[in-house]
């Protein structure tokens, strides 16, 4: 009986176990993962500024002395209509280092002085002025002695003026050279055109509108230091003493400089050099 019993129970196990298809069995759950949305975080530096770049490396020239490969270096940056203001002022600092100083530059002739030669003579056959012969060779004297040695910088400078942006700019042979702020007449009333310098006066007297001579050192002498005159009467460029007029339209006409700077345009522009002013 026991074993009947045993035989039956084991018999309905068999058959809820073959009741069950290979097709019944519990399907797995495959888990969907969503794309995350969020951005991927990457370590990857911005990418260099080429000015920057090409900025240091003219200042590491600049202090290993190498001016002109400095120059030569920032050049092409100034072909831009914008370019920066910081590129503008290392180029003017480094071209008035080259040209003021005895420093080696491509444009610079070394001559030695033979029987005749004066300052004045080589200023004029080399398109320049006797104030950059000298300050260029650390000179203080016009006297030159047979066999001297001088290195005498050959420039073609030209000046634009801008009376809207009150600026100065001097190109050499078409290329920028430096920038200099100005001041310029009240109501527009510098002329616009194409001009050249004509004279150079250093400490120069100052004709009032009444025909009035006020010498140099005058308080109301209102010409700065030097002046530098066009080929329009009465119309020049010159120092000031008035050191906020600066950067404005605040003269009767004419375009004043920091003393300092005409000091500067002075030296460096002969006779002669092309001026043009424009709005």
Known sequence: MKSALLFLILF?????????SPTQATPSVEKTIEPSSAPIATNAPPAPDPTAMILQQALALKAAGKLADARDLLQ???AATNAPDNVLTLLGELNSQIVFTPAAAPEKVDYTIVEGDSLGKLAKKFGTTIELIKKSNGRTSDMI????????YQGKFAVLISKTANTLTV????????RYRVGTGQFNRTPSGEFKIVSRIEKPPWYRPDGRTIPFGDPENILGTHWLGLDIPRYGIHGTWETNSIGQQSSAGCIRLLNDDVAELYVLLPTGTPVTIHD
């Open 12 to 20: 309905c196990l068999w058959l809820t176990g073959c009741d069950r």
């Open 76 to 78: 092409p940056l100034t």
């Open 145 to 152: 002695r047979v066999g001297d040695r001088l290195r005498i």
């Open 171 to 178: 190109t050499d042979n078409g290329k920028f050279f430096k």
